[in-house]
C-alpha cells in the first residue's frame, strides 16, 4: 500500500447470517463478521441486531485487502456499533475468494451457522482514511473480553473476590489511558467505547458487592456512574442494557433510596442524581421525590434557605400529582406533601398554605385511619397553627385532642415520645393563654419538661423545645411572679440561639421569645434595663431576613 496511489482490494456485502447461535449462554447485543489481516489487526463489518429467528440481515459492506486467503470469523458482540472487545467466537473459515458466497460455518449447538456475501474487486485510493474506519487493534480488544469474562466469572461463581474485580478493571481499561468527557456523537466514532466499557465493567462490580456487603460507597459511586454513563449510551446498546439487568439501575435507586437522610451538599447532590436516573413515567421516581425533599428540608433545618423550602414544595407537589385518587401510596404522598406546606406556612405566613396542608392532612387521615400517630400529630399542629390566626376554638379543641391520642400510642421507651410531649404542651399552652386555666399551663409546663429529658444529643428539634418551655415559664411568670420562671425561660432562649446558625429561620422566634422574657419581667419589677432588652429582640425579629414582612412589621 505506501508508495502507490492506488490498489486493488475486495468489497464484501453481508447479505444475512442464519443460525447465528452462541456457544455460551451468554446474551448478546449483537452479532458481526470479521476479516484477519495479520496478527495485530482485523477488519471488522459493522454489527447487526439478533433477531428472535436467529436470523440477521446486515446490508453493510466493508473494504479489505486483496489476500490469496482470507480467515473469516462470526462473532457475537457485547455491545453495538465499535464494540471494544473481540466478542465471543461463533465460528471461523478460511477459504479462498472464489468460495465466498453462501458460507457454512462449524456446528455451534446443534445448529451451522451461514452467511451470505456479495464480493466484487475494486480499486481504492490509499489516502482515504475511510478504508481503516473498521480496523481493530487485536491486542486492546483481547484485553478487553479477558476483562469481561473475568467479571463474568465472578458473577457465574457467585463469589465476591476483590482481585478479581481489580483485575478485571486493569485489563478492561489498560492501554486507554484516562477516561475523556464525551458527547454521544463521539461515542462509536472514536476510541471511547472501551473507556464506557470499562466504566460499564466497573458499575457492574460496585452493584455486585453492594449486593454482597450492602457497602453505602459502592452504591453511590454506582448512582454516579451511571448518572454520567446513561447519557452517553443509545438505546439498544449493551451498556444501555446493562441497566435493565437484576442489578441494574433500579437496584441502585433503590439501594440509594434506603440510605439514612443526609442534608449535607453531597448528600442532597446524590438525591439529585437518582432523581435524574428516574425520568417522567418511571415507577421509583416518587420515592426518588419524597428522599430528595426530605434531604431539602433537613437542610432548611440546619442552615434557614428559603430555596430549599420552595424546591421542597415543588417536589412534594409533583409526587402527590403521580398518586392520583384510588392510587394505594395516595395518603403517604399526601401527609408528606401537607408537612411541607405548613412548613412554609410557619416561615413565610401564608394562610392558603395552612389550609390546604390540614386538608391534605384529614384527607391521608381518612385514606389510612390505623397505626397513624404521625398523621394525628401532624394534623394537631396545623390546627393548633390555624387557632393563633383565627381563634377558633374547636381547631384548638380538636388539636388537644388528637396529640392527646397520639401521646397514649407513645409510651416511655418509644423513641418519639419526645416529640409528642413537646408538641401537646405547645397545644395546653396556647389554649391557656386565651382562657387561663391554670391547670392547662402548669401541665404544659411538666410536658416540655418531660421531652427535655428524653430529648437525644444534637436533636434538630432540641431548640424548639426550648423556646416552647420558654414561653409557658413566662406565662406562669406571669400569673405568679416567681423569678426563677422568668430567669430560666431567658436562660432557655439564650441555649436555643446559641444551637442556631445566623440565618436559621428559627432565631425569629428566639428573638420573639427572649422579648416576651423582658418585657414580662419588665411589667412586674419595672427595671428599664428588661425593657431595653425587649425592645432591642423585637428589632432584631422585625429585621430578620427569612420570615414574612407583614409578621415582621
Not at 40 to 61: D, Q, T
Not at 153 to 174: G, H, I, K, V, Y
Not at 384 to 399: G, Q, Y
Not at 516 to 522: M, N, T, W
Request: overall charge negative.
Amino acid at each position: 500500500m505506501p508508495g502507490s496511489s492506488e490498489s486493488q482490494y475486495i468489497r464484501l456485502e453481508v447479505i444475512n447470517g442464519k443460525n447465528l447461535r452462541v456457544p455460551s449462554w451468554r446474551i448478546p447485543a449483537g452479532i458481526y463478521v470479521s476479516i484477519n489481516v495479520d496478527l495485530r489487526r482485523r477488519w471488522k463489518l459493522a454489527i447487526s441486531v439478533l433477531s428472535s429467528h436467529e436470523s440477521v440481515a446486515w446490508g453493510n459492506i466493508v473494504i479489505t485487502f486483496f489476500l490469496p486467503v482470507i480467515s473469516m470469523e462470526i462473532r457475537a458482540s457485547y455491545e453495538l456499533g465499535r464494540i471494544p472487545g473481540g466478542g465471543e467466537l461463533i465460528g471461523e473459515l478460511q477459504m479462498s475468494w472464489d468460495e465466498l458466497f453462501d458460507l457454512s460455518f462449524p456446528l455451534v449447538r446443534g445448529v451451522h451457522p451461514s452467511i451470505t456475501l456479495k464480493v466484487a474487486v475494486v480499486h481504492y485510493d490509499d489516502q482515504d482514511s475511510a478504508l481503516f474506519d473498521s480496523l481493530v487493534d487485536f491486542e486492546i480488544a483481547r484485553e478487553i473480553d479477558v476483562g469481561h469474562a473475568q467479571f463474568a466469572s465472578c458473577d457465574e461463581q457467585d463469589s465476591l473476590s476483590p482481585e478479581c474485580f481489580c483485575r478485571a478493571f486493569s485489563l478492561s481499561s489498560t492501554s486507554h489511558g484516562p477516561a475523556l468527557k464525551a458527547t454521544p456523537e463521539m461515542i462509536f466514532k472514536t476510541s471511547m467505547p472501551p473507556l464506557l466499557f470499562r466504566d460499564a465493567l466497573a458499575l457492574r462490580a460496585l452493584t455486585w458487592r453492594h449486593y454482597k456487603k450492602s457497602t453505602a460507597a459502592d452504591i453511590r459511586e454506582a448512582a454516579q456512574l451511571y448518572h454520567e454513563l446513561l447519557p452517553l449510551c443509545p438505546k439498544g446498546t449493551y451498556l444501555r442494557s446493562i441497566a435493565a439487568g437484576r442489578n441494574g439501575v433500579n437496584y441502585v435507586i433503590n439501594g440509594c433510596n434506603n440510605l439514612p437522610k443526609d442534608a449535607s451538599d453531597e448528600g442532597i447532590h446524590l438525591r439529585s442524581v437518582v432523581l435524574e436516573l428516574c425520568p417522567l413515567g418511571h415507577q421509583l421516581r416518587p420515592r426518588a421525590l419524597i428522599e430528595l425533599a426530605h434531604a431539602v428540608a433537613a437542610r432548611l433545618d440546619q442552615h434557614g434557605s428559603i430555596d430549599d423550602l420552595d424546591m421542597s414544595i415543588r417536589l412534594g407537589h409533583e409526587a402527590v400529582s403521580l398518586h392520583p385518587e384510588g392510587h394505594a401510596s395516595r395518603d403517604f404522598y399526601l401527609n408528606n406533601f401537607a408537612c411541607t406546606l405548613a412548613s412554609r406556612f410557619r416561615h413565610q405566613g401564608k394562610p392558603s398554605d395552612l389550609d390546604e396542608a390540614i386538608s391534605l392532612h384529614e384527607k391521608a387521615l381518612r385514606l389510612r385511619p390505623v397505626e397513624h400517630e404521625s398523621r394525628l400529630i401532624n394534623l394537631g399542629l396545623a390546627l393548633v397553627a390555624r387557632f393563633n390566626t383565627r381563634n377558633d376554638f374547636d381547631d384548638i379543641n380538636r388539636a388537644i385532642s388528637l396529640l392527646g391520642e397520639a401521646l397514649t400510642s407513645h409510651p416511655p421507651e418509644h423513641p418519639h415520645r419526645d416529640i409528642t410531649l413537646n408538641n401537646l404542651a405547645l397545644a395546653l399552652e396556647i389554649r391557656y393563654n386565651k382562657l387561663y386555666v391554670s391547670e392547662d399551663l402548669n401541665e404544659a409546663i411538666d410536658r416540655c419538661h418531660e421531652s427535655l429529658r428524653l430529648k437525644r444529643l444534637g436533636d434538630p428539634e432540641h431548640h424548639r423545645t426550648l423556646l416552647d418551655l420558654s414561653s409557658a415559664l413566662c406565662s406562669r411568670f406571669t400569673q405568679t411572679q416567681k423569678n426563677e420562671d422568668v430567669w430560666e425561660a431567658i436562660t432557655l432562649c439564650q441555649e436555643s440561639l446559641a444551637a442556631l446558625s445566623s440565618l436559621h429561620p428559627d432565631r425569629y422566634f428566639t428573638y420573639m421569645r427572649l422579648q416576651k422574657a423582658y418585657l414580662s419581667r419588665y411589667r412586674i419589677i419595672h427595671d428599664p434595663a428588661d425593657l431595653a432588652l425587649a425592645i432591642e429582640n423585637f428589632r432584631l425579629a422585625s429585621g430578620y431576613p427569612t420570615k414574612g414582612f407583614p409578621n415582621r412589621i
